[in-house]
């Protein structure tokens, strides 16, 4: 496969699944739930047929570190989702999860006493200023209720969820570090570790059934759609959820693609790119709130991210004229 499709699916994937997944917050703010069960029951039954061969074939990782992982996998999805019922918006929640490289090198330098160059230092101390300037930007457009008590209420309800992103955060970063001992001792397998990321915590979601059921027979109830050629009317929630789901398998199974058929660097390049043009989809298309100072900090993340990942001598590299072996 030529690098050019697995990078057109990212963006067409992951910057439309953004799209739909502020339709079904903004029809239904405690849709977090059903959201991640529905991604994670479909990419599951298609790793069950593709992958595991409907069981037939053994994984090359042992499952008791798949379990591990997914443990943290589902806490991180979960809690994430979880953070949006907590008056956080869609372009505060991109910039924070943008931030995961200050995760990362914090986990890095506990974890695996890691020691870093001036500059990585640097990147990350934008970074952490940028979100720390939107978060606070974001704090002044919470408490607008018309009692004290009101205001008092929409901004605890925020802080809970700037906690929940941060503890997502750093958990993720973990999570990839234990990914990447795996992989060094067994092996890459990405499409057995989407799998089985996404198989393993189905039962996890038994504890958020009666939410689930009841945000269900909430999509069931919102607003009617005739479907082109069909003539039926399906509920609007039904269909964002749909298309969520299906954006959703094309953005990450892409991004697994893009590791097999391109180099670390290039990979890193594309997720950066297509998290600003998520963000800046977000901001356009659904007019949310984002003031000068957003801005700032928006710039002060991706210009720190670039700055990490020396995004300069990336683009030369993958844009270099090949040379031509006699």
């Not at 700032?296 to 993340?301: A, E, S």
Request: with cysteine; proline share 4%.
């Amino acid at each position: 496969m030529h690098p050019a499709v697995p990078i057109a699916l990212v963006f067409v994937g992951c910057c439309s699944n953004v799209v739909f997944l502020e339709l079904l917050i903004r029809g239904d703010p405690g849709s977090g739930n059903i959201i991640t069960f529905s991604q994670f029951l479909f990419i599951a039954l298609e790793g069950f047929v593709t992958t595991a061969r409907f069981g037939t074939k053994k994984p090359s990782i042992p499952i008791r570190h798949y379990i591990v992982m997914v443990v943290m996998f589902f806490l991180v999805n979960v809690t994430n989702n979880l953070a949006l019922n907590y008056n956080i918006s869609m372009p505060l929640h991109m910039i924070f999860r943008a931030g995961s490289l200050i995760a990362n090198l914090v986990m890095g330098i506990i974890i695996l006493k890691k020691r870093y160059t001036t500059s990585k230092y640097l990147s990350v101390l934008m970074i952490t200023a940028g979100i720390c300037i939107s978060t606070i930007a974001s704090g002044k457009d919470v408490g607008h209720g018309s009692t004290e008590e009101e205001k008092a209420s929409e901004f605890f309800s925020w802080c809970i969820g700037i906690s929940l992103l941060t503890f997502a955060l750093f958990l993720s970063a973990r999570m990839g570090i234990y990914q990447e001992t795996l992989y060094v001792t067994y092996g890459k397998h990405p499409n057995e570790a989407l799998f089985y990321s996404h198989a393993l915590p189905l039962p996890g979601f038994i504890v958020l059934a009666s939410d689930i059921y009841t945000r269900a027979a909430m999509f069931s109830t919102s607003e009617l759609v005739t479907v082109p050629g069909l003539n039926i009317g399906v509920p609007c929630m039904w269909l964002y959820l749909i298309g969520n789901v299906v954006t959703q398998y094309v953005c990450i199974s892409s991004v697994y693609v893009l590791t097999t058929e391109c180099t670390s660097l290039t990979v890193t390049l594309v997720v950066t790119l297509r998290k600003f043009i998520s963000l800046l989809l977000s901001i356009v298309y659904f007019q949310n709130p984002f003031t000068p100072t957003h801005w700032v900090g928006t710039f002060l993340v991706f210009l720190g991210t670039c700055i990490f990942i020396n995004i300069i001598s990336m683009a030369r590299e993958l844009f270099a004229p090949k040379r031509k072996v006699n």
